[in-house]
């Protein structure tokens, strides 16, 4: 066995049991492992219709068989479940070091089934899997989760957890590890926090073995050399982080402002990663293996909001800043800061406190709503104290928890939820950028960006020149970026490595690794076969095509401003295109020829 | 000429490359046990340090080794050498590094230590943010003393 473990570890916290079983090679092979694996497993033991935060979802937690090896940038794991978000089979991944630990504690994944009658949390180390009292880490942030659990366990474990965000199953609440890295969206640790999983603790020992270390070695340095050689990938991230983008998307005009309400602002340089590297940075961090390190260590001193930590990155730069209305990155990188606390989603809590804004100008929400806080855009303090009364489960808080759709619909207008699926749409406007419009609607966890990153293309200059606001190619890229990505998921590896690498080179490191021959073809296939798999379980759940779309105010609402005044999301001109691309008849059904095309 | 291993813990991301890269030079696959430099980090703070053997030439794990498997190399070379066949796997050089950079790996049943590579320390080729230098003698403390030199310049070009 390399790459792969062989061993997959099922812990049922309803019953106190916990199995080790063989991993299904023959899944592992057709669906990689990570999202695949997951979605597989999911697919075949979760009712569509479970209720998501009941004992009948599960959650899964897995590695790829890149992560723990030094592929570059491939250290990351899946997490998998029906979102109580939306209903979706969902998932998110993560960075830092937990998913190599849970490697080299000899698990290919691990499924979490039931729920536990009181806080819990799982320590494993190696063979050693215990279900362990956690009453007394119940209502911890994330960080003081942390260290408590290396007290309680070992000085070296890795650790993810849930803050107080995932105890009180907020909707857009996350899963975070090693204190600043997230499973942030599709409300994941909702889920955690419903079996009442408080945290994971690992400590793994174990070798990942390789079929060809020669191969192996060399398709690493090619994909290294490539990556280093990629202005992005190279250079970029690391300099600025991700948050470089706040300037280029604006300049495109697509740096969504106010709630959608228009697409460019003048003072985006204020919030832009440029602008973090002068003031906050302290220095670039990265994930494990990672060689692009586009993780931002920074340090705020302004006293309002001071404080050491990670992040931002430039979705959550956007919609804790213009999106809300603001351009005070030190309370942008505060209310980043507490969201990493209180395990909160970044994107849909600013997204969704932009919404409240908008609701509270239109006179639907008020200071009776609002606990007395004024929820103008740009009102700096009132954003900061929404995401501690979100992250806490105080008053009006309570209800942002919930999400944007919800708050808005609760009002009477849903429309002014800028989200796709009730999940928030993140920072890239598809008025300016047409493609990324078609992979919003098209997406199967609903407003999600990482997967099917046309933007890529659209606007960072990979691959062949095309014009943002054009519609002609866009479905071809969006089913292209979407089957590999759902590949590349499903190896443990980073989005951020295709500033350099695609399927060639994943699927000649996998070969090597794991001695079982992928070609290109072979490993886009099983980036298809993950999609259409999650795409036959929505349906089920009841998904059905007139979900794919996006909010009206994309659709009719012209831009304002800027580089992209006037547009609108042409998404009518790409639907039928990609549905066709995809092998769907017209109600967006996988046809049978494709099914079988996949072996599905 | 011979060379020593810098490290510049301010430079270093957390990303345990350097591991990774240890652990498949000596055993050609990725198992912590295997790796002879490890990173520590600082969580919260965002800060981490790769720590590995100092090559030391006054070296307890050298003084206290009863049968010469760890022995200074050749003159010259700066280099605390290690031979599996001359060991008896007491441990006592575990005991006395200062630096726990000697540790003995129970599944391999071998001491692990840094031996450079052979001269090609793989921690610092596959080091992506130039954390770790492998240098001469002479040129040891260049690249920190060019940091400085850098700063000097720019305070006087503002003073002139």
């Known amino acids: ?600 | 000429m011979s060379k020593m291993l810098m490290i510049y813990p301010n430079k270093c991301t957390g990303c345990h490359n350097c591991e990774l890269a240890c652990s498949f030079e000596h055993e050609g696959s990725f198992r912590p046990g295997a790796t002879r430099v490890h990173t520590f980090t600082w969580e919260r703070e965002g800060f981490s340090v790769p720590l590995m053997c100092q090559q030391c030439d006054d070296a307890a794990c050298v003084n206290v080794c009863p049968t010469g498997a760890m022995h200074q190399g050749p003159a010259g070379s700066n280099l605390v050498e290690f031979s599996q066949d001359l060991c008896i796997g007491c441990k006592l050089c575990v005991i006395a590094c200062p630096f726990g950079s000697v540790r003995y790996d129970s599944v391999a049943k071998s001491i692990a230590k840094c031996d450079t590579c052979g001269g090609a320390p793989q921690c610092v080729a596959m080091c992506p943010s130039g954390a770790l230098e492998f240098v001469e003698d002479a040129e040891q403390t260049r690249s920190r003393k060019q940091v400085i030199a850098d700063k000097f310049k720019t305070i006087f070009e503002d003073v002139n």
């Open chain 1, 1 to 600: 066995m390399n790459g792969w473990t062989g061993t997959t570890l099922r812990v049922d916290l309803g019953r106190g049991t916990i199995t080790r079983e063989p991993t299904n090679m023959k899944v592992a092979h057709d669906y990689i492992g990570a999202r695949g694996m997951g979605v597989k497993i999911i697919s075949d033991e979760v009712d569509p219709h479970a209720d998501a935060l009941g004992p009948d979802n599960k959650l899964i937690f897995a590695p790829g068989p890149l992560t723990g090896t030094f592929a570059p940038s491939a250290g990351r794991y899946n997490v998998v479940t029906k979102s109580p978000l939306n209903g979706v089979i969902a998932g998110s991944n993560s960075g830092g070091v937990f998913g190599p630990e849970l490697k080299f504690a000899g698990y290919d994944a691990l499924i979490i089934e039931g729920q536990a009658k009181k806080p819990v949390f799982l320590w494993i180390k190696d063979d050693v899997v215990e279900i362990r009292d956690a009453s007394s880490l119940w209502g911890m942030t994330v960080a003081d989760t942390t260290e408590a659990l290396r007290e309680k366990t070992e000085p070296d474990a890795k650790v993810a957890c849930i803050g107080p965000a995932g105890e009180n199953l907020s909707l857009i609440a996350s899963i975070m590890n090693e204190m600043h890295r997230a499973a942030g969206r599709t409300g994941v640790g909702a889920v955690m926090g419903s079996k009442k999983l408080k945290a994971i603790a690992v400590v793994g020992t174990g070798a990942i073995t390789v079929a060809d270390p020669v191969a192996f070695k060399a398709a690493v340095m090619d994909s290294r050399d490539k990556i280093h050689a990629n202005p992005v990938g190279g250079a970029g991230l690391k300099a600025y982080g991700t948050d470089v983008l706040v300037n280029i998307l604006n300049q495109s005009g697509a740096l969504p402002v106010n709630n959608y309400q228009d697409a460019y602002s003048p003072v985006a340089d204020k919030i832009g990663g440029e602008s973090l590297a002068a003031n906050q940075l302290v220095r670039p961090k990265g994930c494990f293996a990672c060689v692009i390190s586009c993780g931002r260590a920074t340090k705020v001193t302004n006293p309002l909001y001071a404080g050491v930590g990670e992040g931002p990155e430039y979705e959550s730069a956007w919609a804790f800043g213009v999106d809300s209305g603001i351009d005070n990155l030190d309370a942008i990188i505060k209310a980043n800061y507490l969201c990493n606390e209180y395990g909160l989603d970044t994107i849909s809590m600013g997204a969704t406190i932009a919404c409240a804004m908008e609701l509270y100008e239109l006179g639907l929400l008020t200071k009776k709503d609002t606990d007395g806080l004024d929820l103008s855009f740009g009102n700096v303090a009132s954003m900061v104290e929404m995401v501690r009364k979100t992250g806490v489960g105080e008053g009006f808080g309570k209800r942002l928890a919930a999400g944007s759709y919800r708050l808005a619909e609760s009002v009477g207008r849903a429309d002014l939820s800028m989200t796709v699926k009730k999940q928030e749409m993140p920072a890239y406007d598809p008025r300016g950028v047409q493609g990324i419009g078609l992979n919003y609607a098209t997406n199967n966890r609903g407003g999600c960006h990482v997967r099917g990153y046309t933007i890529a293309v659209e606007v960072l200059g990979q691959g062949a020149p095309t014009d943002p606001h054009a519609t002609e190619g866009k479905a071809a890229l969006g089913v292209a970026f979407q089957d590999l990505t759902s590949a590349l998921d499903s190896t443990g590896s980073c989005l951020f490595a295709t500033f350099g690498i695609g399927g060639a080179e994943l699927a000649s490191m996998l070969s090597a690794l794991t001695g079982v021959e992928y070609s290109v073809d072979d490993f886009m296939k099983a980036g298809a076969r993950v999609f259409n798999l999650e795409r036959l379980w929505n349906l089920k759940v009841g998904y059905t095509a007139a979900d794919d779309t996006l909010p009206p105010r994309i659709l009719t609402e012209p831009i304002k401003t800027g580089p992209s005044k006037g547009e609108v999301n042409h998404l009518e001109e790409m639907l039928p295109e990609y549905y066709s691309l995809r092998g769907w008849d017209e109600n967006g059904v996988p046809t049978p020829a494709k099914l079988a095309e996949l072996s599905l």
